[in-house]
């Protein structure tokens, strides 16, 4: 996985589903292009079918080559699978594939919890020792 972003953005005035897909794409931080491409992959991901970069061309009149760039990009951030031609969410839904990340984070986090501990014990033993020398 190459990133996961997340900004904190106000919730949405609006309750509708393209309100609603404007403000989740705010918050993973994602390009003019991402959104519109992330837009179709949920709304077919959901229903189980998935798209292809062709659909997907076809739908949003943006060159396939710079489809399948943003696709792979979010591949990359753990947004998307690929199973055959089709492209889908990872987990078929926004909430699973956003539980998914939300461990993800959790686990990243928690190594660096761990990792800072270590970083502080060392500065205070090494921090001691100094101490002794002089």
Do not use: H
């Amino acid at each position: 996985m190459e990133e996961i972003r997340i900004k904190a953005i106000r919730k949405p005035n609006s309750e509708d589903l393209n309100s609603l897909l404007d403000w989740l794409c705010s918050v993973f931080d994602l390009e003019l292009t991402q959104k519109d491409i992330f837009k179709e992959l949920a709304k077919t991901s959901i229903r189980g079918r998935g798209i292809t970069s062709k659909e997907l061309n076809m739908k949003l009149s943006i060159p396939r080559s710079t489809i399948i760039y943003q696709l792979n990009r979010m591949i990359d951030y753990g947004f998307v699978i690929k199973k055959g031609r089709r492209y889908f969410l990872r987990n078929g839904s926004l909430k699973n594939t956003i539980e998914e990340m939300n461990e993800i984070i959790y686990r990243q986090i928690d190594y660096m919890l761990k990792i800072a501990e270590k970083i502080d014990n060392m500065v205070v033993y090494y921090g001691r020792e100094k101490r002794r020398k002089y």
